[in-house]
T-cell receptor, first 115, second 112 residues
Framework: DARVTQTPRHKVTEMGQEVTMRCQPI?????VFWYRQTMMQGLELLAY????????DSGMPKDRFSAEMPDATLATLKIQPSEPRDSAVYFC?????????????FGPGTRLTVL | LAKTTQPISMDSYEGQEVNITCSHN???????ITWYQQFPSQGPRFIIQ???TKVTNEVASLFIPADRKSSTLSLPRVSLSDTAVYYC?????????????FGSGTRLQVQP
């Protein structure tokens, strides 16, 4: 049963520290999405890639967040420097990128706490 | 922008059929309607997708009227394990971000 994996599952850090979250999309999926979920804002799309190229990263605070896909099996989301307001659950999802009928498969998430 | 509107919460009892309606008055011609389910501490999970009329799978049915300005997710004979948040999304992959907006969702609580 193919699944999206995310590491770490939990991360506690102090304000100002760099945080890197990793995602392994389902093999063969060419679209990767990063979301952030908080009680106040719900699920927010941060960025997404197709064939490793960024298509939309308008949801990310540009000064501190960056997202990359070094290769087809790894997506990273980096926060530098982290702030308490970044505390949230970060989800990665992948899909086949089929126009009109794409389904997103979500990972278990990384719960980030910034003190 | 095809914004969606759903009830914030619903209550039901085990064994009942639950219908959750989503309004999307500004749906575009190419837009699909997709529903996801999210349990606490998990990522959303795809339930069903449709374009028009009715779609049924092993989990749920999706009813879409001719004008497509709304859709209804139907869960037959719910159980306690169906307690979750249900999201309606409207869009078309090539429209990018618009198709990836989850909204507030409907929190379904199933009682014994």
């Amino acid at each position: 049963d193919a699944r999206v994996t995310q590491t770490p599952r939990h991360k506690v850090t102090e304000m100002g520290q760099e945080v890197t979250m990793r995602c392994q999309p389902i093999l063969g999926h060419n679209t990767v999405f990063w979301y952030r979920q908080t009680m106040m804002q719900g699920l927010e799309l941060l960025a997404y890639f197709r064939n490793r190229a960024p298509l939309d990263d308008s949801g990310m605070p540009k000064d501190r967040f960056s997202a990359e896909m070094p290769d087809a099996t790894l997506a990273t989301l980096k926060i530098q420097p982290s702030e308490p307001r970044d505390s949230a659950v970060y989800f990665c999802a992948s899909g086949l990128g089929r126009t009109g009928t794409d389904t997103q498969y979500f990972g278990p998430g990384t719960r980030l706490t910034v003190l | 922008l095809a914004k969606t509107t759903q009830p914030i919460s619903m209550d039901s009892y085990e064994g009942q059929e639950v219908n959750i309606t989503c309004s999307h008055n500004n749906i575009a011609t190419n837009d699909y309607i997709t529903w996801y389910q999210q349990f606490p501490s998990q990522g959303p999970r795809f339930i069903i997708q449709g374009y028009k009329t009715k779609v049924t799978n092993e989990v749920a049915s999706l009813f879409i009227p001719a004008d497509r300005k709304s859709s209804t997710l139907s869960l037959p004979r719910v159980s306690l394990s169906d307690t979750a948040v249900y999201y309606c999304l409207v869009g078309f992959m090539d429209t990018g971000r618009r198709a990836l907006t989850f909204g507030s969702g409907t929190r379904l609580q199933v009682q014994p």
